[in-house]
């Protein structure tokens, strides 16, 4: 599941990967994978992913643009990519 922080106009939001077994209890596995407002994530086909987002902390304010991020591989691939980069630039790990 993509998620999105809950924050109040202004502030800095960002957009997360969660996964879970149940649909009840959920593990956030990448967080985040976009550091911007209100993330819609949208599947082109099977390879290919379109993430639109506003700037962070723009949220309903004048001179707000939409912004374009495209990912081209299985979702699974996101997912392991996001996590390298967390583990070694968040922490510390190879």
């Known amino acids: 599941m993509f998620y999105g922080e809950a924050v109040t106009r202004g502030n800095p939001t ?26 819609e994530v949208i599947q082109i086909n099977e390879k290919t992913w379109h993430i639109y987002y506003a700037p962070n902390a723009f949220f309903d304010m004048p001179g707000c ?26 922490l510390g790990i190879s």
Do not use: Q
Request: charged share 30%; hydrophobic share 40%; glycine share 4%.
């Open 65 to 90: 643009d939409i912004r374009l991020v495209m990912f081209i591989d299985k979702l699974s691939e996101l997912f392991e990519k996001c996590k390298k980069y967390y583990l070694k630039n968040h």
């Open 14 to 39: 960002s957009t997360g990967i969660a996964i879970s077994d149940d649909l009840i209890h959920w593990e956030n596995i990448v967080f985040p994978i976009i550091k911007g407002h209100d993330a």
